[in-house]
């Protein structure tokens, strides 16, 4: 049976209503999601999603492209009452949709590695925000997904709705005052997985390559998740925060977006620390701006993501120069590509988009292939959904995907928490090993509050 007959299968019906906000309020979203549902939030826009309607399976992850188009097709027939969701009646007006459409959103944290079998969720209700005018969606009926979540529509929008619109919401249990952390490898040992690999990168055997570090947090009580993402929200306004499922983060880069026939991707390599003196950091952004290591791993994913996106693309704009993107703790490297879908072929989702760019030379390296089976010969762990295409998609096809970085897969009281750095022929194992726990502390200072 097809995803499309699935859905047909299943009798699906979304009916959105907007949302009354007073003048000048905004909806907790954090609240709406509850202690386990879906988030997003980032630039000004956001959703949160309760329940499960309906899931649409990847079986062969982002490389099987029938299903990847299926998973679009799927989306779009599910019946809706309500403002359209393709021709965006409805809306508030504005030069550009921030966020979906009104309407039914498919989310999901899809794995590193792109043949993973993988899945995106359709909430039973969801809360979304534009910016000026919140929404929520309900989808009665089901069946259609072994794990469809036949929880009462109504109700779960209601209790959606009610933590959204109310007063500021209690995030959960008393946090965790106790915790024990430890890195997956010791640090001397991932240093000489670093070297080895840099040794391997100066024979020829890759341009680039990106290794990465677990660490594992064990707390004294549930680590409660809406309390972490109130802070990550709070701490990096820039980000992307999300959680889908147990995996949540705040990735400060964007993979793909689609908005109608508009692309964009945001790409960042290069790492500098900030010192919190302003004098110091202009003087540390100046040195990442000249610094030949950190341009020639910026410009390897560039021009990666140059290639994968021309194919899609009427017209594309590359800056010739890197910019800044300054965060709390660190200052990255980013190049702002935009571009226009050709109009001569079928329009392809956001999901599409996000299979035809994944993974950049920004989380696995170049050449792809063999930075990948390298990165699986030594990095003593599976990734699963760090550094994995994470984001939602409407019914439309638009949708944002970020990578999914500075990030952390977070069951009960236990987290693993994630971070990387490109190698390139001159990096230094013991300032690699830095950045890493410059990048760790994104989630460190979220999930570990003694």
């Known amino acids: 049976m097809s995803l499309v007959d699935t859905v047909a299968a299943a009798g699906l019906v979304a009916r959105t209503h907007p949302l009354d906000l007073p003048p000048g309020a905004r909806p907790d979203l954090i609240a709406a999601a509850g202690a386990n549902g879906h988030l997003w939030i980032a630039d000004g826009y956001g959703l949160a999603g309760r329940g499960v309607a309906l899931r649409l399976p990847l079986p062969g992850g982002l490389a099987g492209s029938d299903a990847v188009a299926a998973a679009g097709e799927a989306l779009a027939s599910v019946g809706h009452t309500g403002p359209d969701p393709v021709t965006d009646a409805g809306r508030s ?5 921030r966020g979906p459409r009104p ?3 498919a989310l999901g944290a899809l794995p590193f590695d792109r043949a993973a079998p993988a899945e995106l969720v359709l909430p039973r209700a969801l809360v979304t925000w534009d910016g000026r005018r919140a929404w929520l969606t309900t989808i009665d009926g089901g069946g259609g997904g072994s794990d469809a979540d036949g929880t009462d529509a109504e109700r779960l929008g209601a209790e959606a709705a009610s933590a959204a619109l109310g007063p500021p919401a209690d995030r959960g249990p008393r946090a965790p005052d106790g915790f024990d952390l430890r890195s997956a490898r010791p640090h001397d040992e991932w240093c000489r997985v670093v070297a080895d690999t840099v040794e391997r990168i100066r024979e020829g055997a890759f341009g680039k390559v990106v290794l990465a ?3 594992d947090v064990v707390a004294n009580g549930p680590l409660p998740t809406g309390q972490i993402l109130e802070r990550l929200a709070a701490l990096y306004p820039a980000c992307m925060v999300f959680r889908v499922g147990g995996f949540l983060g705040a990735s400060p880069e964007l993979l793909v977006r689609r908005r109608g026939d508009t692309v964009a991707s945001h790409p960042l390599a290069g790492t500098v620390a900030r010192s919190g003196d302003a004098s110091a950091d202009r003087s540390l952004v100046e040195g990442l701006l000249a610094s030949a290591k950190d341009r020639a791993e910026h410009a390897f994913v560039i021009d990666d993501l140059r290639a994968r996106l021309q194919p899609w693309c009427a017209e594309l704009r590359v800056p010739e120069r890197p910019s800044v993107l300054e965060l709390r703790n660190v200052s990255h490297l980013e190049t702002r590509l935009t571009g226009r879908l050709r109009p001569d072929r079928p329009r392809p989702s956001a999901l599409q988009l996000a299979a035809a760019v994944h ?3 920004a989380v696995a390296g170049t050449p792809t292939e063999a930075a990948c089976a390298h990165i699986r010969a030594v990095e003593g762990f599976d990734r699963g959904p760090y ?10 096809g638009d949708g944002d995907w970020a990578i999914g970085i500075r990030s952390a897969v977070v069951d009960g009281p236990r987290a693993s928490l994630f971070a990387g750095v490109g190698l390139i022929a001159d990096s230094d194992p013991a300032a690699e090993l830095a950045e890493t726990q410059l990048k760790l502390q994104a989630l460190l200072a979220a999930v570990v509050r003694p």
Do not use: K
């Not at 007006?93 to 949709?97: K, L, M």
């Not at 550094?387 to 439309?396: F, K, Q």
């Open 93 to 97: 007006p504005g030069p550009e949709p």
């Open 103 to 105: 309407g039914p959103v």
């Open 213 to 215: 570090r677990r660490v």
């Open 359 to 361: 993974p950049t030379p």
């Open 387 to 396: 550094a994995g295409p994470v984001g939602w998609m409407d019914a439309a």
